[in-house]
């Protein structure tokens, strides 16, 4: 069965075509794209290291079908950054230690873009950690990514402010 | 996984009728489907999904006061819809309290409702579960079952439904909209699902094709917004299932108690209504001895199915714990810690 589908991943539109239904989001990105950035941790929902954006939204890409995400945009690890520029969000994790081995980080990553985009957490640290909570460290650097995530929205709130003022 | 047709029905007559044949399943994000795929424990042939079916993807407020949710509104959006959480905080916050934002940014509500049990033996293949294998027995039986049901239970199944939204909306006679082969159809939220008795491979009230469309919360729900909790104890803070949880809400005039709904979540195959309670309940003043008259009522029937006879004294406390919260009041904003009896914020 060839299943065609049409995905825009971090900007640019790719037309593909599985030969299987089976093919998870995570695994046609790491396996199919070459885009290795979203890391496969437990496969099953239970640590987010798959954490990628579906149009603009924080999900685990291990537990979606690629197939249903048919004209989904996707954003990854990958495609944060812009050129040589960090995310203000990757930025704030290396100010603030938010990782050790660095396997959890890009999932960490794009789920701290996912709560600030939310708006839900505000600066008070428990919401965030709570709003955190999908993302297990095993380094433990959960202090750092706390604090790393505070900072990049206080950041990014206040160069939105100035952008509009 | 095995392998299996996918497809995708413009409307949900061909939704129904993709879904009525032998072997298929729907499905809405995955999120439990697929974990289940993935382990062997679910095999369907086909998939039929149904996230892009019009129209079902909205909250409509309706004439006559009630509240109607589509099957695919995603559980963080219900939760984060402020007049939403305003109306139905307890509600808001046991979607708030379940698995973590990635998860909820994907699950559906029609998901959530029919998500199977989390039996490890039941999720484990190679285990003797008669929920996936009816006669092949129930290794729960003398397994690990610290975790499992005290209420509602037979000697073929003691496992419990997992789901936290389920547990506020039986206690608010939510109602469930169904679209099947002989057209459309409703039932209260307490009678989808099935005790297990002799057949606990017939888990809900759904037959083959069923297609959950959405979920009403009838007027009187809105009535109990200012006393309003749910509570819900964990293995771990955040991202873990129930081991016990109780959602109260309370109707208080005058000083007293004039109705309460209670839920309990973690204890039985279904989410569990405890009416006995409520009428322990209705009339009194709101304080300390009722409460844990009520709560003794709710678990009166409870018996251990294993190493889990904790979880009856822990249900009664919880019970008295949510009723004490849900009396003092529905806090402005659902605590930092939705659902936790560890949050630090004053009053949560
Ligand atoms: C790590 C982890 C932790 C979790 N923690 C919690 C928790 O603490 N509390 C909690 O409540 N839940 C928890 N969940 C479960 C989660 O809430 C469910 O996986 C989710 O709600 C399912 O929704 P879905 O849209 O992904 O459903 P799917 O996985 O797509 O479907 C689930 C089932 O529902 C059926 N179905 C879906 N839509 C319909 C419909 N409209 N009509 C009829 N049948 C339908 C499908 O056929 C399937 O059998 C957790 C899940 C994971 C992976
Ligand atoms: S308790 Fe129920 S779900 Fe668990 S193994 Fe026994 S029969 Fe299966
Ligand atoms: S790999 Fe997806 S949640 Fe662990
Ligand atoms: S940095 Fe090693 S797992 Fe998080």
Known sequence: MNLPLSLTINGVRREIVLDDPRVTLLDLLRERLDLTGTKKGCDRGQCGACTVLVDGRRINSCLALAISHDGAEITTIEGVGHGGELHPVQAAFIAHDGFQCGFCTPGQIMSGIGLIQEGQAGDDPERVRECMSGNLCRCGAYQGITEAVLEAQSNMTASKQRRSA | ?348
């Open chain 2, 1 to 348: 996984m095995m392998n299996f047709d996918y497809v995708r029905p413009a409307n949900v007559a061909d939704a129904i009728a993709a879904a009525s044949e032998k072997g298929a399943s729907y499905l809405a994000s995955g999120t439990n489907l697929l974990d289940l795929m993935k382990g062997g424990v679910s095999r369907p042939s086909r998939l039929v999904d149904v996230t892009r079916l019009p129209g079902l993807d909205r909250i409509e407020r309706l004439a006559d006061g009630s509240l109607r949710i589509g099957t695919l509104v995603r559980n963080a959006d219900l939760a984060h819809d402020a007049e939403f959480a305003r109306t139905y905080p307890a509600v808001a916050e046991a979607l708030l309290s379940g698995a973590s934002a990635q998860l909820r940014n994907a699950a559906t509500v029609g998901g959530n409702l029919m998500q199977r049990t989390r039996c490890a033996y039941f999720y484990d293949a190679g285990s003797a579960c008669n929920r996936r294998w009816p006669g092949a027995g129930c290794d729960a039986l003398q397994g690990e079952n610290r975790l499992h049901a005290v209420l509602g239970w037979s000697e073929g199944c003691i496992a419990t439904h997992p789901s936290d939204f389920c547990v506020p909306l039986v206690a608010l006679d939510a109602i469930v909209e169904i679209e099947g082969k002989s057209g459309r159809r409703e039932l209260p939220l307490e009678a989808l699902h099935r005790l297990p008795g002799e057949t606990p491979e017939r888990e809900t009230a759904l037959e083959r094709g069923d297609l959950i469309v959405a979920l009403r919360l009838p007027a009187e729900a809105k009535d109990f917004a200012g006393h309003a909790r749910y509570v819900k104890v964990r293995e771990r803070t955040s991202y873990a299932f129930a081991v016990v949880s109780a959602a109260a809400a309370l109707r208080i005039e005058h000083g007293k108690i004039r109705e309460a709904r209670l839920g309990l979540g973690g204890v039985a195959a279904k989410p569990w209504r405890a009416r006995e309670a409520e009428q322990v309940l209705a009339g009194a003043a709101p304080d300390a001895a009722v409460y844990s008259e009520a709560a003794r009522a709710a678990l009166s029937d409870a018996k251990p199915s294993g190493d889990n006879a904790f979880k009856i004294e822990l249900a009664q406390r919880i019970l008295v714990r949510a009723l004490t919260l849900a009396a003092a009041g529905t806090p402005d904003r659902i605590p930092a810690l939705p659902g936790s009896p560890f949050s630090s914020v004053a009053g949560a």
